[in-house]
């Protein structure tokens, strides 16, 4: 599975972003997928995750209200809506494919098996 984001960009606090990853491969529908973020000098961090058919949902406390993660599993897409960005959402997103589906695992980054190369949001202030 290769997975390439896209979507990230400069935006001012409180506007909006929508990052999207493109998945190969025919199994996309079913793997979970989350998504991460690394701001420079901070370790990685959990932001959403989804599981494989959709119905299960789980966000980092700090984005919870604020950024809806979905997928299209029809067209090999998962999407992170991000509403009311703050400068403290400013870092690197990844997106990530687990192919166990081990839900209780979700928010571990070394759970996942595919990763993609990142995409930059900075939020100004």
């Known amino acids: 599975v290769q997975l390439v984001e896209s979507g990230g960009g400069l935006v001012q606090a409180g506007g909006s972003l929508r990052l999207s990853c493109a998945a190969s491969?025919?199994?996309?529908?079913?793997?979970?997928v989350a998504w991460f973020r690394q701001a420079p000098g901070k370790e990685r961090e959990f932001v959403a995750a989804?599981?494989?058919?959709?119905?299960?949902?789980d966000y980092a406390d700090s984005v919870k209200g604020r950024f809806t993660a979905s997928r299209d599993n029809s067209k090999n897409l998962a999407y992170l809506q991000m509403n009311s960005l703050k400068p403290e959402d400013t870092a690197v997103y990844y997106c990530?494919?687990?192919?166990?589906?081990?839900?209780?695992?979700?928010?571990?980054?070394?759970?996942?098996?595919?990763w993609g190369q990142g995409t930059q949001v900075t939020v100004s202030s």
């Open positions: 989804i599981s494989w058919g959709g119905g299960s949902t």
């Open positions: 990530a494919v687990e192919k166990s589906n081990r839900w209780w695992l979700r928010r571990r980054s070394d759970e996942y098996d595919y």
């Open positions: 491969g025919r199994t996309f529908s079913s793997y979970g």
